[in-house]
């Protein structure tokens, strides 16, 4: 059964740093395209980064550019979130999710493209 789970979401204050960690099982993340979402109270999902399999490259929202760096480990099966100079408006539930990768198609932020989704990790940015 292929089942993504998050962890690593906090409370931080803000300026501070978090790193989550979205651990892959049933499946092989090496062949697909990983995204990182998240979702604030009374907001839309917003994509805000994703690593495409087919290049390596690595994509960020506008709102997190300089700030989150996302990468991943295929020996631990297992991708990151480096979340770093957090805001308050960064606070929400973040969701990793993944998608088969495609030869002719790198990664997008748009969430209809990724058919797994984790259950998610609650982010709280306060002082």
């Known amino acids: 059964q292929l089942q993504l789970v998050e962890s690593g979401g906090d409370l931080v204050q803000p300026g501070g740093s978090l790193r989550l960690s979205c651990a892959a099982s049933?499946?092989?993340?090496?062949?697909?395209?990983i995204g990182w979402f998240r979702q604030a109270p009374g907001k839309e999902r917003e994509g805000i980064s994703c690593?495409?399999?087919?290049?390596?490259?690595?994509y960020y929202a506008d709102s997190v550019k300089g700030r989150f760096t996302i990468s991943r480990d295929n020996a631990k099966n297992t991708v990151y979130l480096q979340m770093n100079s957090l805001k308050p408006e960064d606070a929400a539930a973040y969701y990793c999710a993944a998608a088969p990768a495609k030869l002719n198609r790198r990664c997008g932020l748009g969430s209809s493209g990724y058919p797994h989704w984790g259950q998610g990790t609650q982010v709280t940015v306060s002082s």
């Open positions: 049933g499946f092989a993340l090496d062949y697909f395209d």
């Open positions: 690593h495409s399999r087919r290049d390596s490259r690595t």
